[in-house]
């Protein structure tokens, strides 16, 4: 009888221990799983005034005949690529965005067609919940916008350091699929040298983005 207690319990200290060695190499073996997510996002861009416009070039020291050029509001589109460690409240995505807020016309001067694509790597702050998900982040990046050939410009290409705030509230429709909307402003000092020959003129661009878009977790 004693023996057969012995024999049990020496069974029962190998389970627990084969149990402990099990639980260790699992956390070893199979670390917590990060986070990546690719989306895309399309809305509104209500572009304010480029502001501040001065000559460049040849016509550095020119006083404009206007300050400020109206912009016109535009469709946003873009894509995105997330990454956040494990399920931390903290993480990083690059980003490209698309939009045309072309300039309107300046009196009996015919507008002119521009684009303006963002491309940037945004810093992220969120709350993980398994449902929703409110956001914010900051971000830089280049901005590359093109100036097209017009009645009174010629086709002229600048790129030029960026940034962007945003905040944006992330709803999980599924385990891997949600649906989101987000606010974003940015920024960046245009500059276009060569948009009259062999002068030009910069100015300030801000714009506000409303978007909506759709994202893949895995």
Same mark, same amino acid.
């Not at 020119?62 to 946003?76: A, G, I, T």
């Not at 000092?189 to 003129?201: I, V």
């Given at each position: 009888?004693?023996?057969?207690?012995?024999?049990?319990?020496?069974?029962?200290k190998?389970?627990?221990l084969?149990?402990?060695?099990?639980?260790?190499?699992?956390?070893?073996?199979?670390?917590?799983?990060?986070?990546?997510?690719?989306?895309?996002?399309?809305?509104?861009?209500?572009?304010?005034?480029?502001?501040?416009?001065?000559?460049t070039?040849?016509?550095?020291?020119?006083?404009?005949?206007?300050?400020?050029?109206?912009?016109?509001?535009?469709?946003?589109?873009?894509?995105?690529?997330?990454?956040?460690?494990?399920?931390?409240?903290?993480?990083?995505?690059?980003?490209?965005?698309?939009?045309?807020?072309?300039?309107?016309?300046l009196?009996d001067?015919p507008?002119?067609?521009?684009?303006?694509?963002?491309v940037?790597?945004?810093?992220?702050?969120?709350?993980?919940?398994?449902t929703?998900?409110?956001?914010?982040?900051v971000g830089?990046?280049?901005?590359?916008a093109?100036?097209?050939?017009?009645?009174? #410009?010629?086709?002229?290409?600048? +790129?030029?350091?960026?940034?962007? &705030? %945003? $905040? /944006? @509230?992330r709803?999980?429709?599924t385990p891997?699929?949600?649906?989101f909307t987000?606010?974003?402003h940015?920024g960046?000092?245009?500059?276009f040298?060569?948009?009259?020959? #062999?002068?030009?003129?910069?100015? +300030?661009y801000?714009?506000?983005? &409303? %978007? $909506? /878009? @759709?994202?893949?977790?895995?």
């Amino acid at each position: 009888m004693e023996h057969r207690m012995m024999h049990l319990g020496h069974a029962h200290k190998r389970f627990f221990l084969s149990l402990l060695f099990l639980t260790v190499l699992s956390s070893i073996a199979i670390p917590a799983q990060a986070e990546w997510y690719v989306a895309g996002d399309v809305g509104a861009n209500f572009a304010d005034r480029l502001t501040g416009i001065s000559g460049t070039g040849d016509l550095t020291g020119f006083e404009p005949r206007f300050s400020n050029f109206d912009l016109k509001n535009s469709v946003s589109y873009g894509a995105k690529l997330g990454y956040f460690p494990e399920h931390s409240w903290f993480g990083i995505e690059g980003e490209i965005l698309q939009t045309t807020p072309h300039i309107k016309n300046l009196d009996d001067i015919p507008g002119i067609h521009l684009r303006v694509t963002t491309v940037g790597v945004n810093l992220l702050a969120r709350y993980p919940g398994r449902t929703f998900q409110p956001y914010a982040g900051v971000g830089v990046g280049p901005v590359i916008a093109h100036l097209s050939d017009s009645a009174t #410009t010629q086709s002229n290409t600048d +790129v030029a350091g960026g940034w962007n &705030v %945003l $905040v /944006g @509230l992330r709803a999980f429709v599924t385990p891997y699929v949600a649906v989101f909307t987000e606010y974003k402003h940015t920024g960046a000092t245009l500059r276009f040298d060569q948009a009259f020959g #062999t002068g030009g003129f910069e100015g +300030v661009y801000r714009a506000q983005h &409303v %978007l $909506v /878009g @759709l994202s893949y977790h895995f």
